[in-house]
């Protein structure tokens, strides 16, 4: 078995490289940190190039002979290739799927979706796809200036979600027109004087829903679009929620 110690390998510095949306797609890999996530990945069959385990990991699991190909390494270089503060010391580098020719032609529409409009933050986007897995939605839409699906801090958020529901990078423009043309409603998370009481909406087994900028809201190009606009009623002096737990609220609100 391959062991590598030293930060200056040119393995490691590849890898390290994985944390960039361009490093990622220039090695064709992207990185799951902690054995939770690779688990998920090798139950959803998802394509794992390269095993990376530190001395102490290694122990722990004898029998790693399904992997193709495994390598250990130290725990100065589990620490430099991780984005967490305290990694466990397991990667996988798995293949970064093709992107389609047309990333709508495959979608499950007979659920909701959850669109992400322009949403920054690695840790809510993960949440919201952790929350409409639980919620019972077909897949999360990622849009223009949403944080990549394969971004590591996004990775362990989704906490194994990802494998569970369709993600897809696209014009949330188009979705929105695709989903229209099926007859299903798009909501709107936008609060003002025309928004409506979520509670007050039936929504119907397949529908859309837009989550926008964690400090600006949804884009007004999509705001225009939507069937209707909703808010969530809130008791105490608080503004505004976050938009993780907002989204939340209304999954689970909607899809009941």
């Known amino acids: 078995m391959e062991k590598i110690n030293s930060l200056q390998n040119a393995h490691v510095k590849a890898w390290k490289k994985l944390q960039t949306k361009k490093g990622r797609h220039q090695q064709g890999l992207y990185l799951l940190d902690g054995w939770h996530l690779v688990n998920e990945a090798v139950k959803a069959k998802v394509s794992i190039k390269t095993l990376l385990l530190t001395e102490k990991q290694l122990a722990t699991k004898p029998d790693l002979t399904h992997f193709p190909d495994v390598i250990e390494i130290s725990e100065e270089v589990a620490s430099h290739i991780s984005a967490t503060v305290t990694p466990q010391g397991v990667f996988a580098l798995a293949l970064l799927p093709k992107p389609a020719a047309d990333p709508l032609a495959q979608l499950d529409l007979s659920r909701p979706w959850l669109l ?33 699906i394969h971004q590591p801090k996004v990775e362990r958020a989704m906490q194994g979600s990802q494998f ?83 989204a939340g609220i209304l999954m689970f609100g909607l899809n009941r």
Do not use: W
């Open 116 to 148: 992400l409009d322009n949403v920054q933050d690695p840790g809510n986007i993960g949440t919201m796809v952790r929350t409409a897995d639980a919620a019972g939605f077909a897949g999360v839409a990622f849009g223009t200036g949403t944080g990549d």
């Open 164 to 246: 569970h529901l369709q993600l897809i990078s696209t014009d949330l423009t188009a979705l929105v027109t695709k989903m229209q043309a099926q007859g299903l409603p798009i909501y709107g998370s936008e609060l003002n004087p025309q928004a409506a009481a979520y509670l007050d909406v039936a929504a119907p087994a397949s529908f859309g829903l837009i989550m926008g900028n964690e400090g600006n809201g949804m884009s007004a190009a999509l705001l225009a679009q939507t069937t209707k606009n909703l808010y969530i009623p809130i008791k105490g002096r608080a503004e505004s929620l976050n938009v993780a737990i907002a």
